[in-house]
């Protein structure tokens, strides 16, 4: 496993001379797909950086598309990534390898020991998000209810116990079928958010 800290993933970042944010690029460790932000734009995983910035570097796009990837994340049971990013208060996060990283010691970095196998990441931390508002002070993430969060981009019923969206105005009452008429893109995208905020502690 490599290690590398904030700054020196920064100097990568920087090092792809990209003109955006949204178009740096990372590998997947399973299927070896390289991809960006605007990757996981097109593929419907959110409409700006700041939403799909939680799966960048952490779960592969093809858990979004057909088109291209593979359905690998970092929050599951089995850890085959190359590099942690490590924090100042001494904890490692996962994260895909960045497009030009060497993985030698002229970046800095240092081994940690074999892959890990059987940890799980409950929840991706927004390592990428923290690199790039150092760099071009991006707005910070807003506050959204679980249904906003877990629904955004998909169309409701108009059944009044909609699960994705209350209906306003006229509404039906034969219950709502919008998760058992999801399309197999949907349900993946479902299941990936719900991982964000599966091991929340919530009072019942």
């Known amino acids: 496993m490599n290690t590398i800290t904030l700054d020196e993933l920064k100097t ?73 990013v490590l924090f100042e208060d001494g904890t490692n996060r996962p994260i895909f390898e960045p497009v030009g990283y060497s993985g030698s010691a002229k970046t800095g970095v240092t081994k940690t020991g074999k892959l890990k196998t059987g940890v799980k990441y409950s929840r991706p931390d927004p390592i990428l998000t923290v690199v790039i508002r150092l760099e071009v002070g991006m707005p910070k993430k807003k506050e959204v209810v679980v249904r906003e969060f877990l629904f955004r981009g998909f169309e409701p019923c108009s059944d009044g116990h909609c699960v994705i969206k209350k209906p306003e105005g006229m509404r039906t009452n034969a219950g709502c079928g919008c998760i058992l008429s999801m399309s197999r893109l949907q349900l993946g995208l479902l299941s990936s958010r719900l991982q964000v905020i599966v091991d929340e502690v919530v009072t019942v």
């Open 12 to 84: 990568i970042l920087k090092a792809q001379d990209v003109e955006n944010p949204e178009h740096y690029q990372f590998i997947c460790p399973s299927c070896k797909t390289v991809q960006t932000a605007q990757d996981l734009i097109d593929a419907g995983a959110g409409e700006t950086f700041d939403e799909v910035q939680k799966y960048l570097a952490f779960s592969c796009i093809g858990r979004f598309t057909e088109d291209k990837g593979c359905d690998w994340t970092l929050g599951g049971l089995f850890q085959i990534h190359k590099v942690e």
